[in-house]
T-cell receptor
């Protein structure tokens, strides 16, 4: 089955700096790669996703890049703010079936004011 | 529109007991997935149902079962509870098999 590894497990940045979280996956049949933000005690919320026919996608301060050859994808957050502090999860899905996603173990991002 | 809802919010059970968790998807969503999230880890896929049929099962023992009803709501059942079943159980719905939206989860504690 699919295996997703996520690094780093914790990340601390100063407000205004950029943050980068990286994930690798094992199954070349995976074609859908979402990123979720989970605040303490709350549900995971989709913040951005990318499909395998696209190499990069951007939404305001958030961007995701995908390298299918190397089987890795990354989340980039620019101009970080304290409210960006949360746990971020990457995931991969075989085909484009988001409902059978394999998740990484998460990155705890702390943005210091 | 209401989001994905789950009940109960919290649940405390003892080893060996059985539990049923419930999920109501977003209106119009026909796919429901269940995930187990152990503290400090990412969600782990348990089941997916689409149009009342099982579309996938993760690496969980037969003590875990689920079903989807004609109104697309779903139940997750866990028999013979073990201490290791303590976790946050998340339900997610999607219109078909694309972008999924998570519910708030049910926190299960097994004593």
């Amino acid at each position: 089955g699919e295996n997703v590894e996520q690094h780093p497990s914790t990340l601390s940045v100063q407000e205004g700096d950029s943050a980068v979280i990286k994930c690798t996956y094992s199954d070349s049949a995976s074609n859908y790669f979402p990123w979720y933000k989970q605040e303490l005690g709350k549900r995971p919320q989709l913040i951005i996703d990318i499909r395998s026919n696209v190499g990069e996608k951007k939404d305001q301060r958030i961007a995701v890049t995908l390298n299918k050859t190397a089987k890795h994808f990354s989340l980039h957050i620019t101009e970080t703010q304290p409210e960006d502090s949360a746990v971020y999860f990457c995931a991969a899905s075989i085909g484009t079936n988001a409902g059978k996603s394999t998740f990484g173990d998460g990155t705890t991002l702390t943005v210091k004011p | 529109d209401a989001g994905v809802t789950q009940s109960p919010t919290h649940l405390i059970k003892t080893r060996g007991q059985q539990v049923t968790l419930r999920c109501s998807p977003i209106s119009g969503h026909k796919s429901v997935s269940w995930y187990q999230q152990v503290l400090g880890q990412g969600p782990q896929f348990i089941f997916q149902y689409y149009e009342k049929e099982e579309r996938g099962r993760g690496n969980f023992p037969d003590r875990f079962s689920a079903r989807q009803f004609p109104n697309y709501s779903s139940e997750l059942n866990v028999n013979a509870l073990l201490l290791g079943d303590s976790a946050l159980y998340l339900c997610a719905s999607s219109p078909r098999t694309d972008t999924q939206y998570f519910g708030p989860g049910t926190r299960l504690t097994v004593l």
